[in-house]
């Protein structure tokens, strides 16, 4: 199940929400990777691990089991009263802020994952994940079925949510027209199946 919401948020709101992870005072920190290699190596497809280019990323973790940042109560009205997301209970949050890096083209991807935490793994059905995208941006995300092949990509818009069940294999792309590309992960456990 991936679900498109083209306009998640009012053009007021995500104004706000861009304008926060854009503001030169907002803390970004460096992470040397977009996901550790040992996640690279469950990819099976040769074709598509062929496509990857590690690289890094600046994120933002609002929530991990608990509030990490002093900037969640901005965001989480992004979710809030959002009933059909059907919340039970926040896992993850966090932003990703990706650049143009050199040597990477229109072919390239990051490491394919999913955003199940084992910790969840035996109510799996009930684990979703929210893509909120930040900004207008190139650097598609890529979803994959169970034999690791494309059946949908989404290109980033300010807005934009897309909502998927959070075992499904997927990636970003990092931007290679635009300077930034901005995204929220919110990480979930639904009180019933979507």
């Known amino acids: 199940m991936i679900k498109i919401f083209e306009n998640f948020l009012s053009e007021e709101y995500a104004n706000e929400i861009y304008d926060l992870h ?13 996901d550790r290699k040992t996640v690279l190596d469950k990819v099976k497809n040769e074709d598509l691990k062929s496509k990857v280019i590690s690289n890094y990323q600046f994120q933002h973790i609002y929530y991990e089991e608990q509030i990490n940042s002093d900037y969640f109560s901005n965001i989480l009205p992004i979710v809030e009263n ?13 932003a990703n802020f990706n ?7 229109k072919d390239n991807i990051q490491i394919p994952h999913t955003d199940l935490n084992e910790r969840y793994k035996s109510v799996s059905n009930l ?10 941006s190139d650097g598609d995300t890529i979803f994959y079925d169970e034999k690791e092949n494309e059946i949908y990509r989404t290109t980033p ?18 931007p290679i027209k635009n300077n ?9 456990k639904a009180k019933e199946i979507i």
């Open 22 to 34: 854009t503001d030169l005072e907002f803390p970004w920190f460096y992470c040397p990777h977009t």
């Open 82 to 94: 959002k009933d059909f997301l059907k919340i039970d209970k926040l896992t993850r949050v966090k």
């Open 99 to 105: 650049t143009i890096i050199s040597n990477y083209n």
């Open 127 to 136: 684990i979703y994940s929210l893509l909120y995208y930040v900004n207008d």
């Open 157 to 174: 818009k300010k807005g934009k949510a897309v909502l998927f069940n959070s075992t499904i294999l997927h990636c970003a792309c990092n």
């Open 180 to 188: 930034k590309r901005i995204v929220i992960n919110f990480v979930y």
